[in-house]
């Protein structure tokens, strides 16, 4: 898959106390074909994680997607105790980020999510 750098979003979830730490990377964009992608990685921080893509007929069909599984991380409170915060985002990522209000985490708790094989 070609690097995809028109939406880029990684998060981060941690609670230290039920021991859950949880990293969430979307990246969306045009592939080699023109056709639009999205890829997903997700896991425990420092672990291999998992990794899906998809593809998409038009721009406005993966916004909307990339925005569901938002949607579905700001409610991960309510559903496995822990906060996703907003670690790194593109500039064109601020759009769908802006009206779900998810905060940002300080510097400090910086980490590698999950890695990526190529």
Not at 10 to 19: D, H, M
Not at 27 to 37: N, P, S, T, V, Y
Request: glycine share 8%; aromatic share 6%.
């Amino acid at each position: 898959m070609a690097a995809m750098d028109e939406i880029a979003i990684l998060l981060q979830g941690r609670n230290a106390e039920a021991n859950r730490h949880r990293a969430w990377r979307v990246e969306a964009g045009r592939d080699l074909f023109g056709k639009w992608m999205v890829r997903v990685s997700f896991g425990r921080i420092g672990c291999r994680g998992r990794t899906f893509a998809r593809e998409f007929a038009s721009e406005d069909e993966a916004r909307a997607y990339v925005r569901d599984g938002l949607r579905r991380r700001k409610g991960a409170i309510r559903r496995c105790g822990v906060e996703y915060r907003v670690i790194d985002a593109s500039p064109a990522a601020l759009p769908l980020l802006a009206p779900l209000r998810i905060s940002s985490a300080p510097k400090k708790l910086e980490a590698a999510g999950p890695r990526l094989e190529a």
